[in-house]
């Protein structure tokens, strides 16, 4: 059960943070959110990152990853992340300009603020090795000088990076969940966005989801506790009922998610959206736990439960009924994209996050 809620907040904060950065910068003129999930071409091969910033007239760009945790095995979190900074550093083409190139970019890596001080301060460099995050090592974090944390891209040219820990608070007087980012490391490359860093910026949970936009998915796939979830809560209860219960069908909930998700872009201007497999695998799940029933060719019939208020706790606790809530999960179909599970280990993504519970 703890494991499927770690994903299903992963996820959810990867959605949150994405939508409160591209709204905190919306509209600034020194630093400006260009997209979210971008496909960008490095020498190697595709680079995804989490969302890419330009600046200074578009002739500046940063590319921006988030997660949730890091392995605790030094070897994994030079490989993955790294392996990640190296990519991010030879990135060429993607970039909002005309040409798609961009004179120079930076990196930033949004971890928790507990991972912040070990990622920087690891003896071994960043990047494939050809980096070193000076100040680091044996020194207590309160003694490390922020410095500059760099890599080299594959085409050799010295990358600046910048490492910021998030944390949620709890906010009193009805002010809600908010997300802060601070304990910063490294330079981004940009004197404004530095110190807004600095200044620690402060996204409003509750705002994301009542007055920025309904965004509730990024590219990687879901776990399929949040697409249930989504579902449930979002776009079954504006649907026609029968005396059986709620007839669907997968296109049809495809249509009706369609505008729950970021707007994205491929690096040659395609844009992806729901996967079938993600509605798929939640109507099976649903299937599984006794809420719907196939009825041929896409087909279902579901049945909800009145009174529900949290619904990823109604659904979780079915799920755990039916045997599979004790460490034993669902069965996936492959992830797609990166091909990995953004809410695990080093490919893991950000924490407590926007949706009903």
């Known amino acids: 059960m703890d494991r499927k809620k770690k994903e299903f907040d992963a996820y959810d904060t990867t959605v949150v943070m994405s939508v409160g950065l591209k709204h905190e910068f919306a509209e600034d003129k020194e630093c400006s959110f260009k997209v979210s999930e971008p496909s960008m071409g490095t020498p190697k ?47 060429k083409r993607g970039w909002k300009t005309s040409s798609g190139e961009i004179g120079q970019h930076s990196i930033l ?27 680091a090592g044996g ?4 003694k490390r000088a922020p410095g500059r944390l760099r890599t080299v891209s594959d085409a050799g040219t010295r990358v600046d990076a910048r490492v910021a820990g998030w944390r949620t608070v709890k906010g009193g007087g009805g002010q809600g969940t908010a997300i802060v980012l601070d304990r910063t490391r490294g330079s981004a490359g940009c004197e404004y966005f530095d110190r807004m860093l600095e200044d620690k910026i402060k996204i409003s949970v509750d705002r994301i989801g009542g007055e920025y936009e ?32 709620i007839p669907v069908t997968v296109d049809g909930l495809m249509d009706g998610l369609g505008k729950y998700f970021t707007s994205w872009s491929g690096i040659e201007g395609e844009r992806g959206q729901i996967r079938r ?5 939640a109507m099976d799940e649903f299937c599984n736990i006794n809420m719907a029933k196939k009825t041929g060719g896409g087909a279902y019939i579901l049945t909800l439960t009145a009174g529900v208020k949290d619904v990823r706790t109604h659904l979780l606790k079915k799920m755990c009924g039916a045997g599979r809530g004790n460490g034993v999960d669902v069965q996936r179909r492959p992830s797609g994209r990166r091909g990995r599970d953004r809410a695990r280990g080093i490919g893991a993504k950000a924490g407590p996050g926007a949706f009903p519970r």
């Open 45 to 91: 091969g595709m680079a995804a990152p989490d969302a890419i910033f330009q600046r200074g007239g578009d002739a500046k760009g940063m590319a921006c990853e988030i997660k949730s945790s890091l392995s605790r095995r030094e070897k994994s979190l030079l490989k993955g992340v790294g392996g990640q900074v190296k990519k991010y550093a030879s990135i």
């Open 109 to 135: 890596l949004l971890v928790r603020s507990d991972d912040c001080d070990r990622l920087v301060g690891m003896p071994e460099q960043l990047g494939g090795g050809r980096a070193r995050a000076p100040n």
């Open 139 to 142: 020194r207590s974090p309160e």
């Open 214 to 245: 309904e965004s509730k998915f990024v590219r990687s796939e879901p776990p399929v506790l949040y697409t249930m979830t989504v579902l449930y809560h979002y776009v079954l209860p504006g649907l026609s009922e029968s005396a059986d219960g």
């Open 277 to 281: 497999r993600w509605v798929s695998g």
